[in-house]
């Protein structure tokens, strides 16, 4: 058998190591361009999987980008699964509301950095998740910290890292998706009490969670344990169990958990003085539905008396022009051992922990 590596076509169980590294950096990756056309400006984001950075294309000055370098520190079989199945969906997803992806970039020594009016926001959030589910798409990390705005008042999904694509059942076969997924103020109850076989009903919680933040100015229920968190639906939603959500006793974690009973549904009571609109406290109210099955969905939301009654949405590009510099907060993960108590009263109105980006565009 010919030996690849004498004939000039390097065989990788011919080389040793620092042949094999030698053979990496000086490689041709013909489709991936080298990072270095980007210059960094600041860190802005960073979550389990990767790292996002405000960066500038060196040959256009006035463009500016939002690259996610991927961790890979915790890698030993390759590239992680998380980054590539991102980068496939964002290679399927073109819409307005779902941020763009413009390339994968590379270093040169190694392939381990790849890489005003609420109405109109809301639509363009549900606008997006409607076109993610009619292709088969769901989120998995809905809050606001993934919902961008540009300077121009275009909505963008954003961070695709805990996407996946997901079918009907087939031949009567559960799906057998991980719930651990969803940042802990934003899953639904199904989610935290082991429900696997889920679909698009638990982007629309988040959507909730996000549509009362917006009037808020802060998450609504910041629980800091998965019990905690349905505590405080419970308080909010009323209790969880089999008159309020038939079939939830079925679920793996419903005996495990501290459950609180008769509690009352409150969500319209406690956002009023917030929400003085009660179409969109009608809205907010079906989507932070405690049975999936019973909440809205992207269609039907989009349908809702909100989006169809005076004063209709406008377009924010205006009042975001009076801003000369991006909004964008990077938020650190919270100290472990803080204690926040949301249990008997909504928050008090903050600065919105997201409020607009300038990147219409991504690169990994």
Same mark, same amino acid.
């Given at each position: 058998?010919?030996?690849?590596?004498?004939?000039?076509?390097?065989?990788?169980?011919? +080389?040793?190591?620092?042949?094999?590294?030698?053979?990496?950096?000086?490689?041709?990756?013909?489709?991936?361009?080298?990072?270095?056309?980007?210059?960094?400006?600041?860190?802005?984001?960073?979550?389990?999987?990767?790292?996002?950075?405000?960066?500038?294309?060196?040959?256009?000055?006035?463009?500016?980008?939002?690259?996610?370098?991927?961790?890979?520190?915790?890698?030993?079989?390759?590239? *992680?699964?998380?980054?590539?199945?991102?980068?496939? =969906?964002?290679?399927?997803?073109?819409?307005?509301?779902?941020?763009?992806?413009?390339?994968?970039?590379?270093?040169?020594?190694?392939?381990?950095?790849?890489?005003?009016?609420?109405?109109?926001?809301?639509?363009?959030?549900?606008?997006?998740?409607?076109? =993610?589910?009619?292709?088969?798409?769901?989120?998995?990390?809905?809050?606001?910290?993934?919902?961008?705005?540009?300077?121009?008042?275009?909505?963008?999904?954003?961070?695709?890292?805990?996407?996946?694509?997901?079918?009907?059942?087939?031949?009567?076969?559960?799906?057998?998706?991980?719930?651990?997924?969803?940042?802990?103020?934003?899953? *639904?109850?199904?989610?935290?009490?082991?429900?696997?076989?889920?679909?698009?009903?638990?982007?629309?919680?988040?959507?909730?969670?996000? +549509?009362?933040?917006?009037?808020?100015?802060?998450?609504?229920?910041?629980?800091?344990?998965?019990?905690?968190?349905?505590?405080?639906?419970?308080?909010?939603?009323?209790? =969880?169990?089999?008159?309020?959500?038939?079939?939830?006793?079925?679920?793996?974690?419903?005996?495990?958990?501290?459950?609180?009973?008769?509690?009352?549904?409150?969500?319209?009571?406690?956002?009023? *003085?917030?929400?003085?609109?009660?179409?969109?406290?009608?809205?907010?109210?079906?989507?932070?539905?405690?049975?999936?099955?019973?909440?809205?969905?992207?269609?039907?939301?989009?349908?809702?008396?909100?989006?169809?009654?005076?004063?209709? *949405?406008?377009?924010?590009?205006?009042?975001?022009?009076?801003?000369?510099?991006?909004?964008?907060?990077?938020?650190?993960?919270?100290?472990?051992?803080?204690?926040?108590?949301?249990?008997?009263?909504?928050?008090?109105?903050?600065?919105?922990?997201?409020?607009?980006?300038?990147?219409?565009?991504?690169?990994?």
């Amino acid at each position: 058998m010919q030996n690849n590596h004498h004939s000039g076509h390097p065989n990788s169980m011919a +080389m040793n190591i620092r042949e094999k590294e030698k053979y990496i950096e000086s490689f041709n990756f013909q489709f991936c361009e080298e990072s270095t056309k980007y210059q960094k400006v600041a860190k802005i984001g960073q979550g389990t999987f990767g790292e996002v950075f405000k960066a500038r294309d060196i040959n256009n000055p006035k463009k500016f980008v939002a690259m996610k370098k991927v961790l890979m520190d915790n890698e030993k079989e390759g590239f *992680p699964i998380t980054a590539l199945r991102e980068i496939r =969906i964002l290679q399927l997803l073109k819409h307005e509301n779902v941020v763009n992806l413009i390339e994968i970039c590379r270093t040169k020594a190694s392939a381990a950095n790849s890489l005003g009016e609420i109405k109109k926001v809301l639509q363009q959030l549900l606008n997006g998740l409607y076109y =993610i589910h009619s292709n088969k798409i769901l989120h998995r990390d809905m809050k606001a910290a993934n919902v961008l705005i540009t300077k121009n008042g275009v909505l963008k999904l954003a961070d695709f890292g805990l996407a996946r694509a997901f079918s009907t059942n087939k031949n009567g076969q559960p799906n057998r998706f991980t719930n651990r997924v969803v940042t802990l103020w934003y899953r *639904p109850p199904e989610l935290l009490l082991g429900e696997r076989n889920y679909g698009p009903p638990v982007d629309l919680w988040g959507a909730g969670c996000i +549509m009362a933040e917006m009037w808020t100015r802060s998450p609504i229920m910041q629980g800091n344990s998965e019990q905690q968190q349905l505590t405080l639906i419970s308080q909010l939603c009323g209790s =969880i169990n089999p008159q309020s959500w038939p079939g939830v006793e079925n679920l793996e974690l419903y005996k495990k958990m501290d459950l609180p009973q008769e509690q009352k549904r409150k969500v319209k009571e406690r956002l009023k *003085p917030y929400m003085k609109d009660p179409y969109a406290i009608d809205l907010l109210d079906k989507l932070l539905a405690l049975d999936p099955a019973r909440r809205a969905d992207s269609d039907t939301a989009l349908n809702h008396d909100f989006f169809w009654t005076d004063p209709m *949405p406008c377009e924010l590009g205006k009042m975001l022009a009076n801003h000369s510099q991006s909004m964008f907060e990077f938020l650190a993960p919270a100290r472990r051992g803080t204690q926040i108590s949301r249990h008997h009263s909504m928050p008090r109105p903050t600065t919105s922990a997201v409020q607009d980006s300038c990147y219409q565009d991504r690169v990994f």
